[in-house]
């Protein structure tokens, strides 16, 4: 019989990895993909409007890492980030605006706000990444929000949303993956979910190969919106038309396997079959 595997111990006598890691370092190699959603938002305006998206706002936008990456895609770009949080827009001025240049920090401004409060200047998409919308936890202030976002858009603009579902995510359970050319491994966690208000907690937590870990780095308390809800309280907040983009899935060969990947592709549907774990997009029309 083999033996299980024993995890390292760290030495006490110096700082672990998991005390010596940033948080919003690891956030962002984990979790984010910057530079498929300016692919993405850039195909689906051109594709729907027709012309070039020069301005993004990104609602709840922390460290500002997507709105960086719009403003180095195009020299003509301009962003907006908002959030509430001082400590980690400062951290997005020193670790991914400062590094960028001074043409990108020209071109990008960081507003320390509620996002039902910035409705100037006009954009040409806003977006709501990492599923940051589920905050707001009733219909109308659901609602209160979309409508904030369709009145900081253009008369052509959209707004993109992500989010994410499927069978196992109203499970309480453990998902954790090495995360390519890191050392280190993250987990998300569904801790608790209750059917009768869709209300879940969530934490993110990070282990090191010395053994250490840095538990509930990130703390998520939502409610769990379904597609459909999203598509009904986005046309009452006055959006003409809302679609969704899902990924297409293939057959990773084994034929024990009955696992499907994603391919990175997402197209315009509206009846799929559901999976275990799906992300998918919402792009709504002013």
Request: glycine share 6%; net charge negative.
């Amino acid at each position: 019989m083999a033996k299980a595997k024993r995890k390292p111990k760290f030495d006490s006598t110096r700082p672990s990895m998991a005390q010596q890691a940033d948080k919003h370092a690891l956030y962002e190699k984990s979790v984010q993909a910057p530079e498929f959603e300016v692919e993405f938002f850039t195909d689906r305006f051109q594709e729907l409007r027709g012309r070039d998206a020069l301005v993004m706002k990104e609602d709840f936008c922390g460290t500002a890492l997507l709105s960086v990456e719009w403003c180095k895609s195009d020299p003509r770009r301009r962003a907006i980030g908002v959030d509430l949080c001082p400590d980690t827009l400062a951290w997005g001025r020193q670790n991914n605006i400062q590094p960028a240049g001074s043409d990108v920090a020209e071109r990008l401004t960081l507003v320390e706000a509620n996002v039902l409060d910035v409705a100037e200047p006009k954009a040409d998409i806003t977006c709501a990444m990492n599923f940051s919308y589920n905050i707001f936890k009733s219909r109308d202030d659901l609602r209160r929000y979309f409508q904030a976002a369709r009145q900081g858009l253009n008369s052509d603009g959209l707004f993109i949303l992500d989010i994410f579902g499927g069978t196992e995510c109203i499970d309480v359970n453990l998902d954790e993956r090495e995360v390519d050319g890191e050392e280190f491994t993250y987990e998300w966690e569904h801790a608790k979910y209750n059917p009768i208000t869709n209300e879940i907690l969530c934490h993110i937590h990070f282990e090191f190969p010395d053994g250490s870990r840095l538990d509930k780095a990130f703390t998520y308390d939502w409610r769990l919106w379904s597609i459909q809800e999203l598509h009904e309280i986005l046309l009452e907040a006055g959006f003409s038309k809302v679609r969704v983009y899902w990924e297409e899935y293939e057959d990773d060969g084994d034929e024990d396997n009955e696992f499907m990947e994603g391919t990175g592709n997402y197209y315009e549907t509206t009846e799929v079959e559901n999976q275990e774990s799906w992300l998918t997009y919402i792009v709504a029309e002013v």
